[in-house]
């Protein structure tokens, strides 16, 4: 054998050694693919606590399950930017308010499953960032297709906090074609300067899917958004739209922010995002696939 057969062969080995690894370790997460050793289940009843550089897993009764130390990956895994994962459709609105956004509601419904299951991932979320800093997402989430919560050819959901480091999830719930979503976040206290805040998501009536987070940066950045991973048809998608509606903002406070939302469609793929009513109460948006 040649020694540039021979060292092709090694190289070939290699690669696929390391190909091995890393999709071994690498799951699906609304947060893109993550190292599977940073995603934390969150137990019933359980919560999340920012302490200085850690987050803490909390029981129900308040025992510490799990620290998780806060590391900077930048250099690893890119930073949580929508266009850097699978966000594929949404509107977001961006609060320049002094007051915080207190609470961010919106209504949809569990669309059919896909008619074709090539093992893909659709995520459909509410969610709320900040904008800059640290990386941050909350989001109460509807899931088709695996993720690292698991899931399968069904619609799921659960809350999720993304760091940029680590990512947590309540026990996803099935739910079937046809309910009615109400995803809701909502700020439950802050500290004197709004610089860290206590937050709260939730699907209303589908208590495992209650999360609490205390001291987060600010999440000003409200989304309405489509995310999908592993897509190879139209058919991938649900069929027709979903329609995002009783998308209500209120500030800290009291006051209701004057809001317009912005797109971001896919038009190639024909996935198209449509404002129908715009604004702070009762606004309505629509994916369309
Ligand atoms: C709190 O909950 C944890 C996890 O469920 C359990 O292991 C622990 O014994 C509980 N502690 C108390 C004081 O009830
Ligand atoms: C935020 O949450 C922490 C931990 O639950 C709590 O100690 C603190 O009082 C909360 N702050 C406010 C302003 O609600």
Known sequence: MRASTAAALLVGLLSSLVFAVTTA???LTPGGYRSKANVHEIPVGGSLAHVGDMIHVLAANGTVLKVVHRRNTAKREPAVLPLKTGWIAYA??????SSPIASFTTTWEVPAVPTENHGQTVFLFNSIEPTSGPVAILQPVLQYGPSAAGGGSFWAVASW???SSDQFHTTPVRTSAGTTLNGVIT???????????N???QFIGISETFLYISGVSQLRWATETLEAYGVTSINDYPASSTVFSGINLKLADGATPIVSWSTQSDATDGLITTVNTDG??????TIEY
Do not use: F, K, M, P
């Not at 977001?92 to 308010?97: A, M």
């Not at 702070?280 to 948006?285: F, L, Q, S, V």
């Open 280 to 285: 702070a109460t009762d606004a309505e948006i």
């Open 187 to 197: 700020l439950t206290g802050t500290s004197s300067d709004s610089s860290l805040c």
């Open 199 to 201: 937050y709260t998501t």
């Open 161 to 163: 906090y993304i760091s």
């Open 92 to 97: 977001s609105w961006l609060n320049y308010d």
């Open 25 to 27: 370790e690498t799951v």
